[in-house]
């Protein structure tokens, strides 16, 4: 019996799950299953242009977990677009961190950032740097605090 897999970290859930040509009905396709980790490999490998050892650590996989992930995926991604496949993007063991949300004061554009990437240095869509969290998170709002304003206090472990 083979062994677990680990789960793989992924950036986001794919907004998209399902490919088709265009003009063919859905009963007379072939479907090819892309796991969600393997979309990741791809997204890291080739639209991101990040390095086998980077995107591992990004995956939390070895280099050559990677290499076997990504080769595996650019074989299905071919096969698609060569014969004239469906694709469809499901399963795999992965963890999803979760996301920090983002708005734009300038253009007022949203965006989301998973957890442990840092903060962003520039709006995306605008690439000013006049922006924040709004999601909530992050210093000075957690429950000890949000009780202390309640109480008309300053908030934990400050005097005076």
Known sequence: ??????????????????????????????EVVLSVDELEALRLADLEGLYHEDSAARMNVSRATFGRIV??????????????????????????????RFACAACGHGWSEPFGTGRPGVCPACRGDDFQRVDGGGRGSGPHRRAAAR?????RGRRG
């Open 1 to 30: 019996m083979p062994r677990p897999l680990c789960p793989r970290r992924v950036g986001a859930s794919p907004p998209s799950t399902y490919f088709k040509p265009r003009g063919v009905p859905v009963s007379k396709l072939e």
């Open 71 to 100: 080769e595996a995926a650019r074989r299905k991604v071919a096969q698609v677009l060569v014969r004239g496949r469906a694709l469809k993007i499901e399963g795999g063991a992965v963890e999803v961190p979760a996301l920090r």
């Open 151 to 155: 109480r008309g206090g300053r908030g």
